[in-house]
């Protein structure tokens, strides 16, 4: 995969902050059968001690903010990191498949429970919106991955809840 990003071993100093996640794409169950349910959320990025990125999401749940922290470990190669989630036993490879650092990325996780392996697109934006180019550069970059249309959902702007 090819990863347009100079992080090396480390964190970019330029793609630490806050991102909102503007898009997701995926062919997970837990994704298809809800995907209806999700909403404009953000991930705030930092580094952490012993090669960690500590990534915290946070959306809204029943009304009610939600945050989880998810410590991604770097791998060492360009634009990848890794965790496991305890919670859902799952292991998660992230990529930084491209980003421009003050305006876009575009994020791609594989991640496998057991034998089953499921795709995960998301594309996040320094603002709210992005440029409709952007936006099908994120369609068409899930479709290239077997992602099916119905499965792309793009995120409506939210008002200033998301203060990280």
Same mark, same amino acid.
């Given at each position: 995969m090819h990863v347009r990003s100079?992080?090396? +071993?480390?964190?970019?100093?330029? !793609?630490?902050g806050k991102w909102y996640i503007i898009g997701m794409a995926s062919d997970a169950q837990w994704f298809t059968t809800r995907k209806d349910k999700f909403s404009m959320s953000t991930i705030l990025m930092k580094p952490a001690?012993?090669?960690?990125?500590?990534? =915290?999401?946070? #959306? *809204?749940? @029943? +009304?009610?903010c939600l945050q989880?922290? !998810? $410590?991604? @470990?770097? *791998? +060492?190669? #360009?634009?990848? !990191? !890794?965790? &496991?989630?305890d919670r859902w036993n799952n292991? &998660?490879? =992230?990529?930084?498949?491209?980003?421009n650092y003050d305006e876009y990325a575009l994020i791609h996780n594989t991640i496998t429970?057991? $034998?089953?392996?499921?795709?995960?697109? #998301?594309?996040?934006? @320094?603002?709210q919106e992005l440029r409709p180019e952007l936006l099908e550069k994120f369609r068409q970059y899930s479709?290239? &991955?077997?992602?099916?249309?119905?499965?792309?959902v793009t995120f409506a702007k939210q008002g200033n809840y998301y203060r990280v």
């Open positions: 100079n992080v090396k +071993g480390s964190i970019s100093v330029q !793609f630490i001690e012993n090669d960690k990125v500590e990534t =915290v999401l946070t #959306k *809204t749940r @029943r +009304g009610r989880i922290i !998810f $410590p991604y @470990r770097m *791998t +060492g190669r #360009k634009g990848q !990191f !890794f965790f &496991h989630s292991d &998660h490879d =992230v990529y930084v498949t491209e980003t429970k057991g $034998p089953e392996v499921t795709t995960l697109v #998301k594309l996040y934006g @320094r603002d479709l290239a &991955h077997g992602l099916e249309e119905q499965n792309i």
